[in-house]
């Protein structure tokens, strides 16, 4: 098959499209909102996914807003995550895809709601930095969506009309709205799930599934 996706950078979210982290963090951030709001596995785990893709704070305040426990609880999930985080695996395809992408001439970056300092280390200590043109994480207000896509556009000199967003949740698919295409990775969605939030683009449902869509634009 032709590629028939044209692109000169393709930015990846983090948790669940380019590592297996899902289910971690799901895990540690239901058990949160058991504990800290006594809410019920089933309620919390709706408001989980309901608001998966923001930073695990806006989750909080979304589902919970104005609470007086909210910073404990917050302070309680970035804790558990950054003791177990470096121990979640990418997904097995991930290192070729993005070496392969590479290859093609397109740059590849990350964008996280992950914070800056941690999201970086990951990739430091796998030894794959160097894949990447950037990683760029999360610090409170910058965040995965127009703050990233802005800076990459403004750091890197990438035209929006040049740019793709990957990612695995409906938050990411709306953050990429007025920037740049989108296309989402079934997982904790499925297609459907995109496509009655209007997902006019691409679906896969593995990374390496990008490879025969998406080739280098030229000028
Ligand atoms: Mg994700």
Redesign the pocket.
């Known amino acids: 098959m032709t590629p028939e996706i044209h692109c000169k950078a393709i930015v990846f979210?983090?948790?669940?499209?380019l590592a297996d982290s899902?289910p971690f963090l799901e895990e540690i951030g239901v058990a949160t909102m058991m504990k800290h709001y006594g809410v019920s596995r089933e309620d919390a785990t709706q408001r989980y996914r309901s608001t998966?893709?923001l930073p695990y704070e806006h989750q909080i305040k979304s589902n919970f807003p104005g609470d007086p426990r909210n910073e404990e609880a917050i302070e309680e999930f970035e804790q558990l995550k950054i003791e177990r985080i470096f121990d979640q695996e990418l997904f097995s395809d991930t290192v070729a895809v993005v070496e392969q992408l590479n290859d093609k001439g397109i740059e590849v970056f990350v964008s996280s709601s992950t914070f800056q300092p941690t999201i970086e280390e990951y990739f430091r200590r796998r030894r794959i930095i160097g894949m990447f043109k950037a990683i760029v994480g999360y610090r409170p207000g910058f965040e995965k969506g127009a703050d990233h896509f802005n800076h990459i556009h403004r750091e890197f000199d990438i035209p929006f009309t040049d740019m793709i967003f990957v990612?695995?949740?409906l938050k990411?698919q709306k953050r990429a709205e007025g920037f740049c295409r989108f296309i989402a990775l079934t997982g904790m969605f499925t297609e459907s799930d995109f496509r009655r939030q209007n997902h006019q683009g691409a679906v896969i449902d593995s990374l390496s599934a990008l490879l025969s869509l998406v080739s280098l634009a030229h000028d």
């Not at 979210?13 to 499209?17: E, R, V």
């Open positions: 979210d983090f948790d669940g499209t899902m998966t893709g990612g695995d949740s990411d």
